[in-house]
């Protein structure tokens, strides 16, 4: 009976070329309107799940969370911890490294963060500079330092890879270079051009020279060499860590875990076992907030929450959802642990899928667990579609 709290803060200080998250750039934060609103939909939203709910994880999200000062995120905790019991909880905020130094982070930490999530991106000026970000390569190494510094033990690195004009050897360095600072955990991620943003103007335009794909490839295969060579445990297609520093929180979603999430655009996924509404059906529902901040405001006032959406999930719809996420994770799907939930074997519930991609080498079983062969991480896309 185990939930994870996901907050969004959707401020920037300027909107990357890339990014497709919600995200404004006022001139003035309205951070306090924000945080009273955000306390208050947490208090309403409460009375959705079961009274004796333990929280695992608490997660600040964005846009750039670390705009935030202390005292907001300290008094959200603080609201957080009056409505629920947390249980030795993991408390990650992301920090974009052009909006802290050390006093900030200190703040943080004695507010109760114990994880930070780092958005370096890249340590070479010039693809940051690709990249649109507020930062460079000196305050993102200066804001690692302060991290630790203000006595953060579990840091999350966020690097992007295959970015306009990169080479191989881009990579290998920034891999290498942020392999020194030893972080307990690295995210390398593909950029990927998604619809409305910059990035997808210019390609629709030609304007925008990605590295082509086999370099792509090559260095996705070139992250997992030199990350586990120097020690970190590949558990997730985007994500390494020291052992015993996994992501806690985003593992909630991987494994079809339960979450609520508060603020602009925040999805939640309350399933009928934690619901006190249970019953209704016996996969739970899924809800998606207003992605107007304006609207948010209004919301929250007139009627405690900022649902626009709201779905009843099937259990077939939940059955592919339990495939499409667990099988980025790279021990894979527990066979076991899914009969269960579902009353049905994988093998039964999708024979065709299954039978077909074991043939192709993309997926492969053993240990009581179904995964993803190394080149079916290759072709995630085209194993995902054969289950939703
Ligand atoms: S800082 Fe992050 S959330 Fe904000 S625009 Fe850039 S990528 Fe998007």
Redesign the pocket.
């Known amino acids: 009976m185990t939930l994870g709290i996901y907050i969004h803060i959707p401020f920037?200080?300027?909107?990357?070329p890339?990014?497709d998250?919600t995200?404004f750039t006022p001139e003035t934060l309205p951070e306090d309107q924000y945080i009273t609103a955000l306390i208050r939909e947490m208090e309403v939203r409460r009375a959705e799940v079961v009274e004796d709910v333990k929280v695992e994880t608490v997660y600040f999200g964005?846009?750039?969370p670390s705009l935030l000062s202390p005292n907001s995120v300290k008094n959200l905790l603080i609201a957080i911890s009056k409505e629920f019991t947390l249980k030795e909880p993991e408390i990650t905020i992301e920090v974009?490294p052009g909006t802290v130094d050390l006093d900030k982070l200190k703040g943080y930490r004695d507010a109760g963060v114990n994880r930070l999530s780092l958005?370096i991106q890249s340590l070479n000026d010039r693809l940051l500079s690709v990249l649109?970000?507020?930062h460079n390569r000196k305050e993102a190494l200066n804001a690692y330092e302060s991290a630790r510094k203000a006595g953060f033990q579990n840091i999350g690195i966020d690097l992007i890879h295959s970015v306009p004009g990169e080479l191989l050897s881009d990579w290998k360095g920034d891999l290498k270079e942020a392999i020194s600072l030893r972080p307990e955990h690295i995210s390398a991620y593909n950029l990927t051009v998604e619809e409305e943003t910059h990035f997808f103007r210019q390609q629709e335009k030609g304007l925008l020279a990605l590295p082509k794909e086999e370099e792509q490839v090559a260095m996705f295969l070139e992250t997992e060499r030199i990350l586990e060579g120097a020690g970190y445990e590949h558990y997730e297609v985007s994500n390494y860590a020291i052992p015993g520093f996994r992501s806690r929180h985003n593992q909630i979603y991987w494994k079809g875990g339960e979450y609520l999430g508060l603020g602009v655009s925040a999805h939640s996924c309350i399933s009928g076992r934690l619901s006190v509404v249970s019953g209704q059906t016996n996969c739970g529902k899924r809800t998606a907030n207003t992605s107007n901040l304006e609207e948010y405001f209004r919301l929250i006032k007139e009627k405690g929450n900022a649902i626009i959406e709201e779905e009843a999930l099937t259990r077939e719809k939940a059955m592919g959802e339990a495939v499409f996420l667990g099988l980025r994770m790279m021990e894979g799907i527990d066979l076991s642990y899914f009969k269960d939930r579902f009353g049905i074997g994988i093998d039964a519930a999708y024979p065709d899928a299954v039978n077909d991609l074991m043939e192709d080498g993309l997926l492969d079983s053993g240990g009581g667990h179904l995964r993803l062969t190394k080149k079916g991480i290759l072709f995630l896309n085209d194993v995902s579609v054969r289950f939703v």
């Open positions: 920037c200080v300027k909107k990357c890339y990014c998250f995200s964005g846009g750039t974009n958005g649109g970000r507020i």
